[in-house]
């Protein structure tokens, strides 16, 4: 008997959903089965694949089962119980204990025939339980809510897992015993604890700050510095002597900045790296962690943000048997997981693909990365010389910095090598003048780079709460959409709440994408000015970091704030 036909009758709530209209009895079996091959509630996947809203499920079961439906967000937090069930049940399942009354515990969830949960944390916690009916996709955001609770003060740590996590670096070298009071079991778990909040919520730095009277934790969330925490004053000494012992540094040096790495195992098949700087001011180690993850490099084009015309050029490039491809931008802008795109785009067993990078951070099998360190002499200009003894197809040079790095590089592109590189310019068409203004011959930039690509981050608006307005036309025009896209434009702006951080909830890329065609040719060889490059990339309908900007704004994907935030007029 196939499994379909064994398992996935029509029971409960999903033939309530069948009888009411709502799914047809062939969607409701697909959907138990792909749920029940995923270890997925029926309910939260059927929200989640966009099947049915969780207000019209959780109608439907109130009507056929007799239950009232409660508004979870009108719940205080301060009101659910901590510690009472483990979270890898609750998540399972997703069902929240929200309260407790003497040996009785009340469970809310979305799906009130699912006595598995129930039957699972009776068993759990020794306690009967009772089920509270309440809208999926908000029963989902108030577990994430009170899981990734981001108060990390000392007294709300639990025991278990935050003890226990794999920092491994088969690398590194053994370090000395250290003094007990560094590996002091509160201070661990604290430091932790804030290393997988920052994870679990998708920031890219941590800040640890002393100041005379305070110490302060902020993280990076969506290119906004955001405080999560106030520790005490009087273990500030401690939390920084253990990021330093977890980061292989020498903890009696408080003098000079040091730099050290930190790998978090949070799983057999996944890791993450922290990059950690200390720097000594005023008060005591300012120490920063920049947040790798592998996973990011993982991106699709498709989701990177490039409009069609922006994709088909950029793979057009990537595509080419050799010549050069810049990225530029500043700092934080994305540019790794942009040339990370196009390599693994190009990552096959058939070609040599060879990065450096000042450090290395995103590892990929399949490609010989090197950690550039000029310290002991291996420079851009060293490792590239290196490659090219190494019978490359690709190279990829982490940054352009100087003339020798750029002679080299331009020559691979001319000798048969695809070579990705970034630059730290405004725009594209910068980009041109400043290679030249580094000392490279116009001829030899016409006939190597192929491709300027330059970008920024955006924060992209919550679907959850983002608002329209409907600006005066005039206003639009002068911020700079053409009168055509003004006429009619509805905008939307940012709001907040319990769903995103001040209204934004991920970012985007916005691109000026730049082949260079034979007209630019042309001008970089007769030494033209920007502003002429900028001119004739603008008649063959390359759009600037703005108008791209803007093209999001129209999708409603983000506000005319952020736009205004991340580019010059």
Same mark, same amino acid.
């Not at 029963?139 to 108060?151: G, H, N, P, Q, S």
């Given at each position: 008997m196939a499994v379909s036909d064994?398992?996935? @009758?029509? +029971? &409960?709530?999903?033939?309530?959903?069948?009888?009411?209209?709502?799914?047809?009895?062939d969607v409701a079996l697909? @959907?138990?089965?792909?749920? $029940?091959?995923?270890?997925?509630? $029926?309910?939260?996947y059927l929200v989640d694949q966009k099947v049915i809203d969780s207000q019209t499920i959780a109608l439907s079961a109130s009507e056929e089962f007799g239950v009232p439906l409660f508004d979870i967000t009108a719940l205080s937090k301060e009101v659910i119980p901590k510690g009472v069930v483990d979270e890898k049940l609750i998540r399972k399942h997703h069902a929240l204990p929200i309260f407790k009354r003497g040996n009785k515990l009340f469970v809310a969830v979305?799906?009130?025939? /699912?006595?598995?949960?129930?039957?699972?944390?009776?068993?759990q916690t020794r306690m009967?339980?009772?089920?509270?009916?309440?809208?999926?996709?908000?029963?989902?955001?108030?577990?994430?809510?009170?899981?990734?609770?981001?108060?990390?003060?000392?007294?709300?740590?639990?025991?278990?897992?935050?003890d226990n996590i794999d920092f491994d670096d088969p690398d590194a070298d053994p370090i000395d015993d250290i003094d007990s009071e560094i590996d002091d079991a509160p201070v661990v778990r604290f430091v932790n604890k804030i290393l997988l909040d920052a994870i679990k919520k998708g920031a890219s730095d941590i800040h640890f700050e002393p100041y005379e009277k305070n110490f302060r934790i902020r993280t990076r969330q969506d290119g906004i510095l955001k405080?999560?925490?106030?520790?005490?004053? /009087?273990?500030? /000494?401690?939390?920084? #002597?253990?990021?330093? %012992?977890?980061?292989?540094?020498?903890? #009696?040096?408080?003098?000079?900045?040091?730099?050290?790495?930190?790998?978090?195992?949070?799983?057999?098949?996944?890791?993450?790296?922290?990059?950690?700087?200390?720097?000594?001011?005023? @008060?005591?180690?300012?120490?920063?962690?920049?947040?790798?993850?592998?996973?990011?490099?993982?991106?699709?084009?498709?989701?990177? =943000? $490039?409009?069609?015309?922006?994709?088909e050029a950029f793979l057009t490039a990537i595509k080419k048997p050799y010549g050069m491809i810049l990225v530029t931008g500043p700092t934080g802008s994305g540019k790794t997981v942009s040339l990370y795109t196009a390599l693994n785009l190009l990552n096959d067993p058939n070609i040599n693909i060879s990065t450096a990078e000042d450090p290395v951070e995103i590892t990929v099998s399949g490609i010989n990365q090197v950690n550039v360190n000029p310290k002991t002499g291996l420079t851009f200009a060293e490792a590239l010389r290196a490659f090219l003894r190494q019978d490359p197809d690709i190279i990829m040079v982490g940054e352009i910095r100087d003339l020798e790095t750029a002679e080299i590089s331009v020559k691979a592109a001319q000798t048969g090598h695809l070579v990705l590189s970034t630059l730290h310019t405004n725009d594209a068409p910068q980009t041109l003048n400043r290679l030249n203004q580094m000392g490279v011959p116009p001829y030899n930039i016409a006939a190597s780079v192929l491709l300027i690509m330059a970008q920024r981050l955006a924060?992209? !608006?919550?679907?959850?709460?983002?608002?329209?307005?409907?600006?005066?036309?005039?206003? !639009?025009?002068?911020e700079g959409f053409s009168p055509?896209?003004?006429?009619?434009?509805?905008? @939307?702006?940012?709001? &907040?709440?319990?769903?995103?951080?001040?209204?934004?909830? +991920?970012?985007? &890329?916005?691109?000026?994408?730049?082949? %260079?065609?034979?007209?630019?040719? /042309?001008?970089?060889?007769?030494? =033209?000015?920007?502003?002429?490059?900028?001119?004739?990339?603008?008649?063959?309908?390359v759009l600037t970091l703005r108008e791209s900007g803007f093209k999001k704004v129209i999708a409603g994907i983000t506000s005319i704030e952020e736009i205004n935030r991340i580019t010059k007029d």
């Open positions: 064994e398992k996935f @009758y029509l +029971g &409960g709530l999903a033939r309530r959903l069948v009888l009411d209209g709502l799914i047809t009895e697909k @959907y138990s089965e792909e749920a $029940f091959k995923k270890k997925r509630p $029926f309910v939260s979305s799906d009130p025939t /699912n006595l598995q949960a129930l039957d699972e944390i009776k068993f009967s339980t009772e089920a509270i009916l309440v809208e999926e996709d908000k029963l989902a955001r108030v577990i994430d809510t009170a899981m990734d609770d981001e108060d990390t003060s000392m007294s709300d740590l639990l025991d278990g897992d935050l405080e999560v925490a106030s520790p005490p004053m /009087n273990i500030s /000494n401690k939390l920084t #002597s253990r990021i330093k %012992v977890m980061s292989r540094m020498n903890i #009696s040096e408080r003098r000079i900045p040091q730099d050290g790495r930190i790998k978090m195992a949070l799983s057999k098949k996944r890791a993450i790296d922290f990059r950690v700087n200390t720097c000594p001011t005023l @008060y005591g180690e300012k120490i920063v962690l920049r947040i790798l993850d592998p996973t990011s490099a993982q991106v699709g084009i498709e989701q990177l =943000g $490039f409009d069609e015309t922006q994709k924060r992209k !608006l919550c679907d959850k709460c983002k608002k329209e307005e409907t600006l005066p036309t005039e206003l !639009l025009i002068k055509e896209e003004a006429e009619g434009l509805t905008t @939307y702006k940012a709001v &907040g709440c319990d769903h995103c951080t001040n209204g934004y909830k +991920g970012r985007i &890329g916005i691109f000026q994408v730049m082949p %260079v065609s034979e007209a630019m040719e /042309n001008l970089i060889i007769k030494g =033209g000015l920007t502003t002429e490059l900028e001119e004739q990339a603008a008649q063959e309908g």
